[in-house]
């Protein structure tokens, strides 16, 4: 598992790439400038890599487009020392890009292959979760909530009510929402029952699944 000045090259125009479609925040782009992408890819494939596209990853799903990544990551607001929720942790790629900014990441995987995979993967090219889970993230992670912020990374059909009960007053939920394509929802909890909401665009992800455990 190399990390060459090629790959570091890559990743520097795929930040330029990022800017230039609109994302601002440094410690996402430096974030993405530095995790080396092409070992969360089954095949270790430099022209893509590094492209802004997503990639088929084990189970029928996928690594995320890097833009997707740093959007997501952007709407968080992430601080050091966030206690964060991640639904759907995949490959890991955007579990490390969590870690780098500093929190304290929780992760559910329903996947059990891509479950074991990444369980193992993250820590030895060194990003470590607070607690990587393999379960329904649907159902949230009642035992560890409330959290600053909740991530999904797959496509919802509809807002899951125990994520939006497992946030802090203040905390931020990043949900794309659909069926077909999916809208980038941002529900930031206001009060005890108070949710502000904003749509964000139109994306396209894999389906959130539920109950398969």
Known sequence: MKDTFKHKGLRKQLVATLVAKGITNAA???????????????????????????FPIAASQTISQPYTVAFQSELLEVKAGDKILEIGTGSGYQTAVLCLLGAHVYSIERQLELFK???????????????????????????????????????????????LAQLKIGGRLVIPVGDEAQIMTLYIRKGPKEFEKHELGNFKFVPLLENKN
């Open 28 to 54: 996402v782009l430096e974030a993405i400038g530095s995790i080396p992408r092409h070992l969360f890819m089954d095949s270790s494939f430099l022209d893509h890599a590094y492209q802004d596209k997503a």
């Open 117 to 163: 995979k990444t369980n193992k993967f993250l820590p030895k090219i060194g990003y470590v979760a607070k607690r990587l889970i393999f379960g329904d993230g649907y159902k949230g992670l009642e035992e560890d909530a409330p959290f600053d912020s909740i991530i999904v990374t797959a496509g919802a059909p509809f807002v899951p009510k125990p994520l």
